[in-house]
């Protein structure tokens, strides 16, 4: 991808994402529409995914047949609610490889805390794909994104719901060289780190845990 910043405006995506920004939306709804939305994000993200050809047998004749090139896909869910958009991902894209980057945001610093870090091996050879619903401050998106290229990762992207510009500036600032997918960016964060307008807190709405 050439684009630092691509916004899905498709609107199926724009559709789906008020849906889910609407706090009277169920729990099984939230979910639902966020696996949604990762496949029509996941479809964006791969556009430009290498072909190559390989011969098959259709009933008919034999024929050579485009298939994805390179190693298996790396997507890796930043902890817990990277979770939501990991599975709608994982559905599109079965073969893909799965790690985990656990980070928690200090509540007053807003700072990124690691307590899990479980990836593929060579990475250094796979598109990874870092999956997290809200880039919001950016602290724990770059944090996850430097973990991954200290772990061998050249070549990320990272797919989010929704973008704060702040998150965005940041992610440029410390990755220029990994492309961002969203479905929004919206106005800024509010005082406590949340995205305004949003929709809460994705691992909360995700996981019924308030
Ligand atoms: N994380 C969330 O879940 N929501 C926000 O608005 C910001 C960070």
Redesign the pocket.
Known sequence: MSEHLTVVTHPLVQHKLSLMRDKSASTPLFRQLLREISQLLAYEITRELPLTRKTIATPIEEMQAPVLDGKKLALISILR?GNGLLDGVLELIPGARVGFVGLYRDEETLQPIQYYFKVPHGLKDRLVIAVDP?L?TGNSSAAAVKLLKDAGASNIRFMCLLAAPEGIVRMKEAHPDVPIVTASVDSHLNEK???VP?L????DRMFGTK
């Open positions: 609610a809200m919001a780190g949340y995205i949003g809460g807190d994705a691992g």
